[in-house]
């Protein structure tokens, strides 16, 4: 049977991955659904190419333009943030791939499991801000969630098989772009520099993040939902080659671990053929002409981020979601030459010490405090 996939956030960098994905099993794989904030242009190109069924454009001003082009194909559009959960739970899906940026993935992802849709998450700040609500409808429902993250997905693929708990995660981080700089350079940092990261190409908000390290943060955490870890037990170690995706000891101190060169196809097609595996035109890691694999402690002193995370997640509640909030109104105010590159966890910091504590928070509560920790950032940025 082949699976019929929505993606949300089709023209960003997971989304245009996944339909090459998509693209190259043609008997197993279908997109069905695509959606888009604004890169209308890009939207039209891939709804055409892949005869897909529907979009959705959120940016109202320009549905007209997206409509014109694709109704003479047959092809539905939508418009509005609001329909993107609506049309991804329609019947005619069965995966909804989360590669939505930032909160703006929680509502969609939500009306997708209540609708009993699978999940291939990469939209990691869904978890982050409302893992206890997610993870819990999701049980509910019966619902998989399969990571997309390279991290999660290869713990993911380290637990296929296992019968006992892990004892610990470790999670590989590859350092970012300011790995080898100095806490004075990286103060400094432009925003080109920032986004320079030595191993992936990602959409800017990641990349800002492996920056800061504010995204090995954010997968700590999302670890911790997926698969249910505490926080304590849940290690980061830099492995600036990112050749191993991360791994999982046992009790009896085994550790497995998943191995491949970086190339974010692979787990979201993994995340989309599970539990098969089926094949793909990735570079084969070359064993001999591999010299090393580096592994070091995370330099807290100088990625402040990880602390903020470690302490987010152990208040719990509302405290994760203030952060994550926090972090997207910095990133973006960084991208706008608005603050300098250290001023994103100070904010991140102010932020979640301000935000009112709520032990077990709500959706309300947790849209609520999105908005506040979006204001309160945002008057740290003006000042
Ligand atoms: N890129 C990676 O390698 C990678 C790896 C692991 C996890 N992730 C996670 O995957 C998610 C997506 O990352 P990305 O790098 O693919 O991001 P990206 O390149 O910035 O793409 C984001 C996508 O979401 C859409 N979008 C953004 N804001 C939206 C909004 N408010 N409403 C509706 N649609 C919106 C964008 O549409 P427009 O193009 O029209 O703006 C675009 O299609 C993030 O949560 C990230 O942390 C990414």
Known sequence: ?????????????????????????????????????????????????????????????????????????????????????????????DIVLTAMVGFSGLGPTLEAIEAGKAIALANKETLVAAGSIVMKLAMEKGIPVIPVDSEHSAIFQCLQGERSAPEKLILTASGGPFLDKSAEQMAKATVEEAL???????????????????????????????????????????????????????????VTAQLSTPDMRLPIQYALTYPHRVPLNTNRIDFSALSRLDFLAPDFGKFPALAIAYSAIEKGGNIPCAMNAANEAAVNAFLGNKIPFCRITQIINEVTNMVPYIKEPSLDDILETHKAGIELATKLIAK
């Not at 939508?78 to 959960?85: D, H, L, R, W």
């Not at 943060?217 to 926080?231: R, S, T, V, Y």
């Not at 791994?247 to 009896?252: E, K, L, N, P």
Request: hydrophobic fraction near 40%; avoid cysteine.
């Open 1 to 93: 049977m082949k699976r019929r996939i929505a993606i949300l956030g089709s023209t960003g960098s997971i989304g245009t991955q996944a339909l090459d994905v998509i693209s190259r099993h043609p008997s197993l794989l279908s997109a069905e659904v695509l959606t888009a904030n604004s890169n209308d242009t890009l939207l039209i190109e891939q709804a055409i190419r892949h005869e897909v069924n529907a979009v959705v454009i959120a940016d109202e001003s320009k549905y007209e333009k997206v409509f014109k082009a694709l109704d003479k194909h047959g092809i539905k559009v939508f418009t509005g943030i609001n329909s993107i959960g609506r049309v991804a739970s329609g019947s005619n899906i």
């Open 196 to 254: 320079n990261h030595p191993r992936w190409s990602m959409g800017s908000k990641v990349s800002i993040d492996s920056a800061s390290m504010m995204n090995k943060g954010l997968e700590m955490i999302e670890a911790h939902w997926l698969f249910g870890i505490k926080p304590q037990d849940i290690e980061i170690v830099v492995h600036p080659q990112s050749i191993i995706h991360s791994m999982v000891q046992f009790a009896d101190g085994s």
